[in-house]
């Protein structure tokens, strides 16, 4: 189902298009925009051509059966229970996340982020002039967790909002439901809201806890863009679950006026929701059969690339301090292995010597990233059993 793809050259995906803006080449394997290089379902692509069969494209709003998908889909895989009054359309999850800082917080006030984490929290924090807080993700057991002991710390009486990623990007954490409890039990008191980031809670190999199960005030923001491949159809959504917060949320949303999305948009999104779930499974599987391919292959005792295996997402965070390198350099080498990463460095300084791979991945193309990626390994006499090929 997985083994090939359209070829995405000349169709406008950004992970191509801007290669030689931000790599300098053409000629390189573009794995950083977190979009997959795997057809959107067959069926997403039927119900759109069916549409367009239909030669009018006149305004619309979100029709309520487009939300009622996403809220059954909500419930049948993570226990929420939302109502369609509670909901908005927002063209995307970054729109929301902006929206969500300038409704419950004013100029100056302090926003909470736990990096390494999404850059866009950050920009979105100082683009908006707020304060950026950073409560570091601490590792402990050989994994990454919430240090609720700084975050404690750094809670000051500016502090409106903290920004969740939920599960996490890059890390792959699908945090567990005590650690949620903690945090919320700690936002609680301190009348923090919680903006939660769940875009990537389809793609968990685990059982994800949304966060407004466990706490009020907080705004859940949800696409199917992540699992069903569907960024550039630009449709979300921003939950509230409190109705103080939604009076707040909504008197912002009227004064943006976002409209209300485009008719493609919306029959990809009721139909992703309503009929995705054999296509998702199926998604998980391949994506996890390439996590143990690369876990095989660079998991290796005196291997200098190494990765936790994700719990979520189709994105690796790779420790690459073996290679030695510093920031740009790291970057670079990857360029000239002909593979186009994240810089580590990019989702906070903790990222000094990681860099971010994208596995999404269809088998056909999987395989040039592996080919790539043994050609490092024996240039680090790290794989005795492959001889370098040109790639
Ligand atoms: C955690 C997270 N939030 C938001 C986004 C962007 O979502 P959207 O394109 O809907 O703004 C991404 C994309 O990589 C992401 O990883």
């Keep these: 189902m997985f083994s090939t793809s359209a070829n995405r050259e000349n169709s406008n995906?950004?992970?191509?298009?801007?290669?030689?803006?931000?790599?300098?080449?053409?000629?390189?394997?573009?794995?950083?925009?977190?979009?997959?290089?795997?057809?959107?379902?067959?069926?997403v692509v039927d119900a759109l051509k069916k549409r367009l069969e239909h030669p009018?494209?006149?305004?619309?709003?979100?029709?309520?059966?487009?939300?009622?998908?996403?809220?059954?889909?909500?419930?049948?895989?993570?226990?929420?229970?939302?109502?369609?009054?509670?909901?908005?359309?927002?063209?995307?999850?970054?729109?929301?996340?902006?929206?969500?800082i300038q409704a419950?917080?004013?100029?100056?006030?302090?926003?909470?982020?736990?990096?390494?984490?999404y850059p866009a929290f950050a920009s979105s924090i100082l683009n908006n002039q707020r304060v950026v807080v950073e409560n570091s993700l601490k590792v402990e057991d050989g994994d990454y967790t919430?240090?609720?002991?700084?975050?404690?710390?750094?809670?000051?009486?500016?502090?409106?909002?903290?920004?969740?990623?939920?599960?996490?990007?890059?890390?792959?954490?699908?945090?567990?439901?005590?650690?949620?409890?903690?945090l919320s039990s700690i936002c609680l008191e301190h009348n923090i809201i919680v903006v939660a980031d769940?875009?990537?809670?389809?793609?968990?190999?685990?059982?994800?806890?949304?966060?407004?199960l466990l706490y009020q005030q907080t705004v859940t923001l949800l696409s199917p863009a992540k699992s069903f491949n569907l960024s550039g159809m630009a449709i979300s959504t921003i939950t509230l679950h409190d109705e103080e917060l939604k009076k707040r949320f909504e008197q912002h949303y009227k004064a943006v006026h976002l409209g209300e999305g485009n008719t493609l948009a919306h029959i990809a999104f009721e139909v992703a929701y309503s009929n995705g779930e054999v296509w998702l499974s199926a998604l998980k599987k391949h994506l996890q059969e390439n996590i143990d391919e690369l876990d095989k292959l660079l998991n290796t005792p005196n291997s200098p690339i190494r990765f936790r295996k994700p719990e979520a997402t189709f994105l690796l965070w790779?420790?690459?301090?073996?290679?030695?390198?510093?920031?740009?350099?790291?970057?670079?080498?990857?360029?000239?292995?002909?593979?186009?990463?994240?810089?580590?460095?990019?989702?906070?300084?903790?990222?000094?010597?990681?860099?971010?791979?994208?596995?999404?991945?269809?088998?056909?193309?999987?395989?040039?990233?592996?080919?790539?990626?043994?050609?490092?390994?024996?240039?680090?006499?790290?794989?005795?059993?492959?001889?370098?090929?040109?790639?």
């Design 56 to 100: 009018i494209f006149g305004y619309e709003t979100m029709p309520d059966s487009a939300f009622e998908a996403q809220i059954a889909w909500m419930k049948r895989h993570h226990g929420l229970l939302v109502d369609r009054e509670n909901m908005f359309f927002s063209p995307s999850v970054l729109t929301s996340l902006n929206l969500a």
């Design 318 to 391: 790779l420790d690459c301090r073996g290679l030695n390198l510093e920031n740009e350099a790291l970057a670079d080498y990857f360029v000239e292995h002909g593979l186009g990463l994240n810089k580590g460095i990019d989702f906070g300084l903790e990222g000094k010597g990681f860099m971010r791979l994208n596995i999404g991945l269809s088998r056909n193309i999987f395989e040039q990233l592996l080919l790539k990626l043994k050609n490092i390994l024996i240039e680090k006499n790290q794989c005795t059993t492959f001889t370098r090929k040109e790639v």
């Design 146 to 182: 919430f240090d609720l002991e700084d975050l404690k710390k750094k809670i000051t009486p500016k502090t409106k909002l903290l920004l969740l990623c939920s599960p996490h990007n890059p890390v792959g954490r699908v945090w567990k439901k005590e650690e949620l409890l903690e």
């Design 13 to 43: 995906a950004e992970k191509y298009q801007a290669r030689l803006k931000k790599f300098g080449r053409e000629d390189i394997l573009p794995l950083w925009v977190a979009d997959m290089d795997i057809d959107t379902p067959s069926f």
């Design 198 to 212: 769940e875009i990537h809670c389809d793609l968990a190999f685990k059982k994800h806890t949304p966060f407004a």
């Design 104 to 117: 419950f917080s004013k100029i100056g006030d302090e926003i909470i982020i736990q990096p390494p984490v």
